[in-house]
């Protein structure tokens, strides 16, 4: 896909993204939980970032898409830098919670994890977090069937298989959201392949406004079901 469409793609991720990270938050942590420094691995256009700093001091966002990390928008708490995991630019036991949100399947690694290890403190905590919003309906509805394609992605990945991270806690479940046709619009648009479908089937012109026009027949608001994956871990220094 071209920089335009990566451009457009991160805009899109960046301007709606259901408040799915924050719920998942809460979820696993504490209202009075607090910690001094955070750290979101894979962090996108920093919307899991800024989810994160509620409980945090100070977060570090890293991601490894440029495009991605241009849609960010630091503060005085919250700071982003083009990266990997494995290569994490901190110091050593710097790091008390550590949030993957639907990056591990793509970053999981030894070196990942040694990585962790080294820039974590004594009982860090690691959450690591996934949901699929499910719009096969949604794209039906709009005229676009996609078949399934092999994928090596796994939206319940987690660190279960590594010594050093001590299972704290493991959950499936399924969730309803309500949007707007427009923010409906924003999360088809999120994904370069549904992306690439739109464009290809309304052509490239106004397909967003498009898009939203045909939602908007159909309702005004729109209950999408979102399947949701969490693990949370100890990291075990001693």
Same mark, same amino acid.
């Given at each position: 896909?071209?920089?335009?469409?990566?451009?457009?793609?991160?805009?899109?991720?960046?301007?709606?993204?259901?408040?799915?990270?924050?719920?998942? $938050?809460?979820?696993? +942590?504490?209202?009075?939980?607090?910690?001094?420094?955070?750290?979101?691995?894979?962090?996108?256009?920093?919307?899991?970032?800024?989810?994160?700093?509620?409980?945090?001091?100070?977060?570090?966002?890293?991601?490894?898409?440029?495009?991605?990390?241009?849609?960010?928008?630091?503060?005085?708490?919250?700071?982003?830098?083009?990266?990997?995991?494995? *290569?994490?630019? $901190?110091?050593?036991?710097?790091?008390?919670?550590?949030?993957?949100?639907?990056?591990?399947?793509?970053?999981?690694?030894?070196?990942?994890?040694?990585?962790?290890?080294?820039?974590?403190?004594?009982?860090?905590?690691?959450?690591? &977090?996934?949901?699929?919003?499910?719009?096969?309906?949604?794209?039906? &509805?709009?005229?676009?069937?996609?078949?399934?394609?092999?994928?090596?992605?796994?939206?319940?990945?987690?660190?279960?298989?590594?010594?050093?991270?001590?299972?704290?806690?493991?959950?499936?479940?399924?969730?309803?959201?309500?949007?707007?046709?427009?923010? +409906?619009?924003?999360?088809?648009?999120?994904?370069?392949?549904?992306?690439? *479908? +739109?464009?290809?089937?309304?052509?490239?012109?106004?397909?967003?406004?498009?898009?939203?026009?045909?939602?908007?027949?159909?309702?005004?608001?729109?209950?999408?079901?979102?399947?949701?994956? &969490?693990?949370? &871990? +100890?990291?075990?220094?001693?």
């Amino acid at each position: 896909m071209s920089d335009h469409y990566n451009d457009e793609v991160s805009k899109h991720y960046a301007t709606y993204r259901p408040p799915l990270h924050q719920m998942i $938050l809460s979820a696993n +942590l504490a209202k009075n939980d607090s910690f001094q420094y955070g750290l979101d691995i894979g962090c996108g256009t920093g919307v899991s970032t800024i989810a994160l700093a509620e409980y945090c001091h100070s977060v570090l966002g890293v991601d490894p898409s440029d495009a991605m990390i241009r849609q960010t928008k630091s503060d005085d708490r919250i700071h982003y830098r083009v990266g990997f995991g494995e *290569s994490i630019p $901190l110091a050593d036991n710097t790091v008390d919670i550590v949030t993957f949100a639907g990056s591990l399947s793509y970053a999981k690694s030894d070196a990942l994890v040694a990585e962790i290890k080294r820039v974590c403190g004594v009982d860090a905590l690691v959450l690591v &977090y996934d949901f699929e919003v499910l719009l096969t309906d949604t794209m039906k &509805y709009l005229g676009i069937t996609q078949k399934p394609r092999p994928s090596s992605y796994d939206h319940a990945v987690n660190f279960n298989d590594y010594n050093g991270l001590v299972e704290q806690a493991a959950h499936q479940t399924r969730l309803q959201l309500n949007m707007t046709s427009e923010e +409906l619009a924003h999360v088809l648009f999120s994904s370069s392949k549904r992306y690439a *479908s +739109l464009v290809e089937l309304f052509g490239p012109d106004d397909t967003f406004a498009t898009v939203v026009k045909m939602l908007e027949k159909k309702d005004n608001k729109h209950c999408i079901d979102a399947d949701i994956y &969490y693990s949370r &871990y +100890l990291v075990n220094q001693r």
